[in-house]
Protein backbone atom coordinates (compact mmCIF):
# COMPACT_ATOMS: atom_id res chain seq x y z
CA UNK A 1 0.00 0.00 0.00
CA UNK A 2 1.10 3.58 -0.54
CA UNK A 3 1.86 5.82 2.65
CA UNK A 4 -1.04 7.92 1.11
CA UNK A 5 -3.86 5.16 1.52
CA UNK A 6 -2.38 4.22 4.87
CA UNK A 7 -2.41 7.64 5.97
CA UNK A 8 -6.01 8.01 4.76
CA UNK A 9 -7.04 4.38 6.34
CA UNK A 10 -5.52 5.39 9.96
CA UNK A 11 -7.20 8.49 9.37
CA UNK A 12 -10.72 7.14 8.92
CA UNK A 13 -9.90 4.58 11.58
CA UNK A 14 -9.25 7.28 13.75
CA UNK A 15 -12.14 8.59 13.39
CA UNK A 16 -14.35 5.67 14.05
CA UNK A 17 -12.09 4.88 17.03
CA UNK A 18 -10.47 2.66 15.51
CA UNK A 19 -6.63 3.37 16.27
CA UNK A 20 -4.44 1.49 13.82
CA UNK A 21 -0.61 1.82 15.66
CA UNK A 22 1.50 1.46 11.90
CA UNK A 23 1.41 -0.13 8.32
CA UNK A 24 2.65 -2.97 9.65
CA UNK A 25 -0.53 -3.76 11.72
CA UNK A 26 -3.18 -2.73 8.72
CA UNK A 27 -1.54 -4.79 6.82
CA UNK A 28 -1.01 -7.94 8.46
CA UNK A 29 -4.95 -7.64 9.42
CA UNK A 30 -5.86 -8.26 6.18
CA UNK A 31 -4.21 -11.53 6.04
CA UNK A 32 -6.39 -12.73 9.33
CA UNK A 33 -7.99 -16.06 9.24
CA UNK A 34 -8.70 -16.39 12.67
CA UNK A 35 -9.76 -14.19 15.73
CA UNK A 36 -9.26 -15.18 18.98
CA UNK A 37 -11.59 -13.25 21.69
CA UNK A 38 -11.02 -13.12 25.44
CA UNK A 39 -14.70 -13.44 27.09
CA UNK A 40 -15.10 -11.19 29.76
CA UNK A 41 -15.03 -7.46 29.32
CA UNK A 42 -14.52 -8.65 25.20
CA UNK A 43 -17.48 -10.34 24.50
CA UNK A 44 -19.11 -9.25 27.63
CA UNK A 45 -19.25 -6.37 29.41
CA UNK A 46 -17.28 -7.50 32.10
CA UNK A 47 -18.99 -5.82 35.01
CA UNK A 48 -20.25 -9.10 36.39
CA UNK A 49 -23.11 -9.26 39.26
CA UNK A 50 -24.09 -11.95 41.68
CA UNK A 51 -27.19 -13.77 40.93
CA UNK A 52 -27.15 -16.80 43.41
CA UNK A 53 -25.69 -17.97 46.66
CA UNK A 54 -26.56 -21.56 47.29
CA UNK A 55 -25.38 -22.86 50.80
CA UNK A 56 -24.67 -26.44 51.29
CA UNK A 57 -27.02 -28.27 54.21
CA UNK A 58 -25.52 -26.73 57.79
CA UNK A 59 -24.93 -23.33 56.67
CA UNK A 60 -26.93 -20.41 55.22
CA UNK A 61 -27.06 -18.11 52.15
CA UNK A 62 -25.65 -14.67 54.38
CA UNK A 63 -22.88 -17.04 56.20
CA UNK A 64 -21.76 -18.18 52.63
CA UNK A 65 -21.65 -14.64 51.01
CA UNK A 66 -20.02 -13.12 54.11
CA UNK A 67 -16.85 -15.74 53.78
CA UNK A 68 -16.83 -15.18 49.98
CA UNK A 69 -16.88 -11.58 50.20
CA UNK A 70 -14.45 -10.90 53.12
CA UNK A 71 -11.69 -12.82 51.05
CA UNK A 72 -13.04 -11.01 47.90
CA UNK A 73 -12.06 -7.30 50.08
CA UNK A 74 -8.62 -8.35 48.95
CA UNK A 75 -9.26 -8.80 45.06
CA UNK A 76 -9.42 -6.55 42.15
CA UNK A 77 -10.92 -9.56 40.43
CA UNK A 78 -14.11 -8.43 38.44
CA UNK A 79 -15.52 -11.42 39.59
CA UNK A 80 -14.54 -9.76 43.14
CA UNK A 81 -16.17 -6.61 42.83
CA UNK A 82 -19.42 -8.29 42.11
CA UNK A 83 -19.10 -10.75 44.95
CA UNK A 84 -18.42 -7.58 47.72
CA UNK A 85 -21.27 -5.55 46.08
CA UNK A 86 -23.61 -8.71 45.84
CA UNK A 87 -22.73 -8.19 49.90
CA UNK A 88 -23.17 -4.68 50.61
CA UNK A 89 -26.32 -4.93 48.68
CA UNK A 90 -28.03 -7.49 50.27
CA UNK A 91 -26.33 -5.59 54.13
CA UNK A 92 -24.54 -8.37 54.58
CA UNK A 93 -21.08 -6.97 56.84
CA UNK A 94 -17.61 -8.26 55.87
CA UNK A 95 -14.24 -8.27 57.39
CA UNK A 96 -10.87 -8.28 56.03
CA UNK A 97 -9.52 -11.85 55.79
CA UNK A 98 -5.73 -12.27 57.22
CA UNK A 99 -2.96 -14.39 55.26
CA UNK A 100 -4.76 -13.65 52.01
CA UNK A 101 -3.75 -15.43 48.54
CA UNK A 102 -5.06 -15.16 45.27
CA UNK A 103 -4.21 -17.94 43.15
CA UNK A 104 -4.05 -16.98 39.38
CA UNK A 105 -6.91 -18.22 37.19
CA UNK A 106 -8.20 -20.46 39.99
CA UNK A 107 -9.47 -18.16 43.10
CA UNK A 108 -8.53 -16.71 46.24
CA UNK A 109 -7.73 -18.09 50.03
CA UNK A 110 -7.51 -16.74 53.41
CA UNK A 111 -8.38 -16.66 57.02
CA UNK A 112 -11.92 -15.47 57.99
CA UNK A 113 -12.26 -15.03 61.66
CA UNK A 114 -9.88 -17.23 62.28
CA UNK A 115 -10.85 -19.92 60.46
CA UNK A 116 -9.42 -21.05 57.17
CA UNK A 117 -11.94 -20.16 53.88
CA UNK A 118 -11.28 -20.26 49.96
CA UNK A 119 -13.34 -19.44 47.33
CA UNK A 120 -13.04 -20.33 43.39
CA UNK A 121 -13.26 -22.87 40.70
CA UNK A 122 -13.02 -26.30 40.29
CA UNK A 123 -9.40 -26.34 39.81
CA UNK A 124 -9.06 -24.71 43.27
CA UNK A 125 -10.50 -27.28 44.63
CA UNK A 126 -8.74 -29.68 43.21
CA UNK A 127 -5.75 -28.31 45.01
CA UNK A 128 -7.68 -28.73 48.41
CA UNK A 129 -8.41 -32.49 47.37
CA UNK A 130 -11.78 -31.97 47.46
CA UNK A 131 -14.18 -31.85 44.44
CA UNK A 132 -17.86 -30.47 43.95
CA UNK A 133 -19.92 -33.51 43.45
CA UNK A 134 -22.54 -32.72 45.97
CA UNK A 135 -23.45 -29.25 44.19
CA UNK A 136 -22.57 -30.61 40.26
CA UNK A 137 -26.21 -30.35 39.64
CA UNK A 138 -26.92 -27.15 40.89
CA UNK A 139 -23.67 -25.64 39.71
CA UNK A 140 -24.28 -26.88 35.86
CA UNK A 141 -27.72 -25.44 36.02
CA UNK A 142 -25.75 -22.25 36.65
CA UNK A 143 -23.45 -22.69 33.97
CA UNK A 144 -25.90 -23.64 31.64
CA UNK A 145 -27.32 -19.95 31.78
CA UNK A 146 -23.60 -18.87 30.98
CA UNK A 147 -23.26 -18.12 34.46
CA UNK A 148 -20.02 -18.43 36.14
CA UNK A 149 -19.74 -20.62 39.46
CA UNK A 150 -17.63 -20.58 42.65
CA UNK A 151 -17.18 -22.40 45.42
CA UNK A 152 -16.93 -21.61 49.15
CA UNK A 153 -14.42 -23.79 51.00
CA UNK A 154 -15.10 -23.41 54.92
CA UNK A 155 -12.84 -25.22 57.52
CA UNK A 156 -11.61 -27.67 54.19
CA UNK A 157 -15.35 -28.37 53.33
CA UNK A 158 -17.68 -26.96 50.84
CA UNK A 159 -19.86 -24.63 52.29
CA UNK A 160 -21.70 -23.37 49.41
CA UNK A 161 -21.50 -22.28 46.10
CA UNK A 162 -22.05 -18.41 44.26
CA UNK A 163 -22.89 -17.73 40.76
CA UNK A 164 -22.50 -13.96 38.81
CA UNK A 165 -23.43 -13.27 35.58
CA UNK A 166 -21.88 -10.98 33.29
CA UNK A 167 -24.25 -9.91 30.61
CA UNK A 168 -23.05 -9.93 26.33
CA UNK A 169 -22.34 -6.69 25.25
CA UNK A 170 -25.34 -5.42 23.00
CA UNK A 171 -22.19 -4.87 20.15
CA UNK A 172 -21.43 -8.30 20.34
CA UNK A 173 -23.62 -10.42 18.14
CA UNK A 174 -23.92 -8.18 15.15
CA UNK A 175 -20.53 -7.92 15.30
CA UNK A 176 -19.64 -11.26 15.69
CA UNK A 177 -22.15 -11.92 12.77
CA UNK A 178 -20.36 -9.30 10.41
CA UNK A 179 -16.69 -11.03 11.52
CA UNK A 180 -18.20 -14.45 9.96
CA UNK A 181 -19.26 -12.98 7.04
CA UNK A 182 -15.30 -11.60 6.41
CA UNK A 183 -14.33 -14.88 6.55
CA UNK A 184 -12.87 -15.10 10.35
CA UNK A 185 -12.69 -18.29 12.22
CA UNK A 186 -14.16 -16.93 15.99
CA UNK A 187 -12.44 -18.89 19.02
CA UNK A 188 -13.32 -17.82 22.55
CA UNK A 189 -10.86 -18.43 25.17
CA UNK A 190 -11.61 -17.76 28.68
CA UNK A 191 -10.54 -19.15 31.83
CA UNK A 192 -14.19 -19.99 33.10
CA UNK A 193 -15.29 -23.58 32.93
CA UNK A 194 -15.91 -25.36 30.12
CA UNK A 195 -19.81 -25.44 30.73
CA UNK A 196 -20.86 -21.43 31.01
CA UNK A 197 -17.67 -21.08 27.88
CA UNK A 198 -20.02 -23.35 25.47
CA UNK A 199 -23.33 -21.95 26.96
CA UNK A 200 -21.89 -17.85 25.75
CA UNK A 201 -20.28 -19.62 22.64
CA UNK A 202 -23.80 -21.54 21.84
CA UNK A 203 -25.75 -18.10 22.12
CA UNK A 204 -22.85 -16.04 20.44
CA UNK A 205 -22.28 -18.96 17.18
CA UNK A 206 -18.60 -18.70 17.74
CA UNK A 207 -17.21 -21.60 16.13
CA UNK A 208 -14.78 -22.92 18.66
CA UNK A 209 -14.01 -22.41 23.02
CA UNK A 210 -10.90 -22.82 25.10
CA UNK A 211 -12.11 -23.15 28.21
CA UNK A 212 -10.10 -23.42 31.77
CA UNK A 213 -7.19 -21.31 30.13
CA UNK A 214 -4.49 -19.66 32.39
CA UNK A 215 -3.35 -16.09 31.56
CA UNK A 216 -0.19 -17.79 30.00
CA UNK A 217 -2.23 -20.80 28.32
CA UNK A 218 -3.27 -18.29 25.68
CA UNK A 219 -0.08 -17.09 24.40
CA UNK A 220 0.66 -20.53 23.75
CA UNK A 221 -2.77 -21.52 22.28
CA UNK A 222 -1.93 -18.32 19.28
CA UNK A 223 1.42 -20.06 18.40
CA UNK A 224 0.45 -23.63 17.94
CA UNK A 225 -2.44 -22.28 15.68
CA UNK A 226 0.61 -19.92 13.72
CA UNK A 227 2.32 -22.96 13.76
CA UNK A 228 -0.71 -24.37 11.84
CA UNK A 229 -0.45 -21.52 9.36
CA UNK A 230 -2.98 -19.77 10.59
CA UNK A 231 -2.92 -15.68 10.42
CA UNK A 232 -4.12 -15.08 13.95
CA UNK A 233 -5.83 -11.62 15.60
CA UNK A 234 -6.27 -11.82 18.95
CA UNK A 235 -8.93 -9.33 20.91
CA UNK A 236 -8.57 -8.79 24.86
CA UNK A 237 -8.60 -6.32 27.47
CA UNK A 238 -6.54 -7.10 30.57
CA UNK A 239 -3.40 -7.04 31.95
CA UNK A 240 -2.99 -11.19 31.40
CA UNK A 241 -3.98 -10.95 27.78
CA UNK A 242 -0.80 -8.70 26.87
CA UNK A 243 1.45 -11.56 26.21
CA UNK A 244 -0.90 -12.90 24.19
CA UNK A 245 -1.91 -9.71 22.34
CA UNK A 246 1.88 -9.29 21.60
CA UNK A 247 2.42 -12.88 20.05
CA UNK A 248 -1.05 -12.74 17.96
CA UNK A 249 0.08 -11.15 14.25
CA UNK A 250 -2.03 -8.43 15.35
CA UNK A 251 -2.92 -7.59 19.06
CA UNK A 252 -6.39 -5.97 19.27
CA UNK A 253 -6.93 -4.69 22.64
CA UNK A 254 -10.21 -3.04 24.22
CA UNK A 255 -10.07 0.82 24.99
CA UNK A 256 -11.57 0.09 27.59
CA UNK A 257 -9.31 -2.39 29.01
CA UNK A 258 -5.93 -2.21 30.98
CA UNK A 259 -3.68 0.25 29.60
CA UNK A 260 -0.56 -2.70 28.88
CA UNK A 261 -2.82 -4.30 27.15
CA UNK A 262 -2.79 -1.21 24.67
CA UNK A 263 1.03 -0.95 24.41
CA UNK A 264 1.19 -4.92 23.14
CA UNK A 265 -1.69 -4.39 20.61
CA UNK A 266 -1.44 -2.65 17.11
CA UNK A 267 -4.86 -2.21 17.28
CA UNK A 268 -7.10 -0.41 19.87
CA UNK A 269 -10.87 -0.19 19.87
CA UNK A 270 -11.55 2.88 21.52
CA UNK A 271 -14.92 2.39 22.45
CA UNK A 272 -14.52 -0.96 23.78
CA UNK A 273 -16.20 -3.48 21.37
CA UNK A 274 -16.10 -5.47 18.37
CA UNK A 275 -17.69 -3.45 15.94
CA UNK A 276 -14.17 -1.76 15.90
CA UNK A 277 -12.79 -5.10 14.80
CA UNK A 278 -14.94 -5.26 11.55
CA UNK A 279 -14.46 -1.41 10.70
CA UNK A 280 -10.93 -2.27 10.97
CA UNK A 281 -11.15 -5.53 8.66
CA UNK A 282 -12.77 -3.61 6.12
CA UNK A 283 -10.63 -0.69 5.91
CA UNK A 284 -7.62 -3.25 5.75
CA UNK A 285 -8.84 -5.05 3.33
CA UNK A 286 -9.82 -1.63 1.27
CA UNK A 287 -6.70 -0.25 1.65
CA UNK A 288 -4.60 -3.51 0.79
CA UNK A 289 -7.23 -4.23 -2.20
CA UNK A 290 -6.44 -0.74 -3.65
CA UNK A 291 -2.60 -1.77 -4.42
CA UNK A 292 -3.04 -5.25 -5.39
P1 LIG B 1 -11.04 -14.86 32.75
O1 LIG B 1 -10.42 -13.50 32.91
O2 LIG B 1 -10.71 -15.48 31.41
O3 LIG B 1 -12.50 -14.89 33.01
P2 LIG B 1 -9.44 -15.81 35.08
O4 LIG B 1 -8.20 -16.52 34.68
O5 LIG B 1 -9.30 -14.44 35.64
O6 LIG B 1 -10.43 -15.87 33.82
O7 LIG B 1 -10.23 -16.71 36.12
C1 LIG B 1 -10.59 -18.03 35.83
C2 LIG B 1 -11.49 -18.60 36.89
O8 LIG B 1 -10.80 -18.64 38.15
C3 LIG B 1 -12.74 -17.77 37.15
O9 LIG B 1 -13.78 -18.11 36.28
C4 LIG B 1 -13.06 -18.14 38.60
O10 LIG B 1 -13.74 -19.36 38.66
C5 LIG B 1 -11.67 -18.32 39.21
N1 LIG B 1 -11.21 -17.07 39.83
C6 LIG B 1 -10.20 -16.26 39.43
N2 LIG B 1 -10.06 -15.20 40.25
C7 LIG B 1 -11.02 -15.32 41.19
C8 LIG B 1 -11.41 -14.55 42.33
N3 LIG B 1 -10.81 -13.41 42.70
N4 LIG B 1 -12.45 -15.00 43.07
C9 LIG B 1 -13.09 -16.13 42.73
N5 LIG B 1 -12.77 -16.90 41.68
C10 LIG B 1 -11.75 -16.52 40.92
MG1 LIG C 1 -10.78 -10.30 30.20
Keep these: ?112 GGRPVALGNVALLADLGLDAVALGAKADERRDE ?42 MATGDNERTARAVAARLGIDEIRAGVLPEDKARIIRELQEQGRKVAMAGDGVNDAPALAQADVGVAMGTGADVAIESAGITLVRGNLDGIVRARRLARATMGNIR
Design 146 to 187: GETVMFVVLDRKVAGLVAVADPVKETTPAALKALHKLGLRII
Design 1 to 112: ATPMSIMTATGRGAQAGVLIKNAEALERFETIDTLIVDKTGTLTEGKPRLVAVLPQPGHDEAEVLRLAASLELGSEHPLAEAIVRGADDRGIATEQADEFEAVTGKGVMGMV
